[in-house]
Nanobody
Framework: QVQLVESGGGLVQAGDSLRLSCAAS????????MGWFRQPLGQDRAFVAA????????YYADSVKGRFTVSRDNARNTMYLQMNSLKAEDTAVYYC????????????????????WGQGTLVTVTS
């Protein structure tokens, strides 16, 4: 069974840092892109960041560029999202996803088209 499990969410103050992890199991994600989306309460799920299999290509939403860094450790089947200088507007449930498509198209790709999703982890940033 293919599974993605997020961890690392929590309650922090504005300006703090947090690192999310996404552990993959059940299959090999060789040559697959992995990435992060977030969904604030009452809003749609939005693209945050994505990383290619090799890790050499990364993609970010404008709202997080310069503050968030996405990376992956394929030996551990794990992807990370380092979030720095957190703001109240970063508050959301963060989901990881995996798919064979390029991360360059993920911002515009319908969410239902992505093959594998995690269950989400809540990040709350207080101002």
């Amino acid at each position: 069974q293919v599974q993605l499990v997020e961890s690392g969410g929590g309650l922090v103050q504005a300006g703090d840092s947090l690192r999310l992890s996404c552990a993959a199991s059940g299959r090999t994600f060789r040559n697959w892109t992995m990435g992060w989306f977030r969904q604030p309460l009452g809003q749609d799920r939005a693209f945050v960041a994505a990383v290619s299999w090799s890790g050499t290509s990364t993609y970010y939403a404008d709202s997080v560029k310069g503050r968030f860094t996405v990376s992956r450790d394929n030996a551990r089947n794990t992807m990370y999202l380092q979030m720095n200088s957190l703001k109240a507007e970063d508050t959301a449930v963060y989901y990881c996803a995996a798919d064979s498509t390029s991360g360059s198209i993920w911002p515009a790709l319908p969410r239902r088209n992505l093959e594998v999703w995690g269950q989400g982890t809540l990040v709350t940033v207080t101002s």
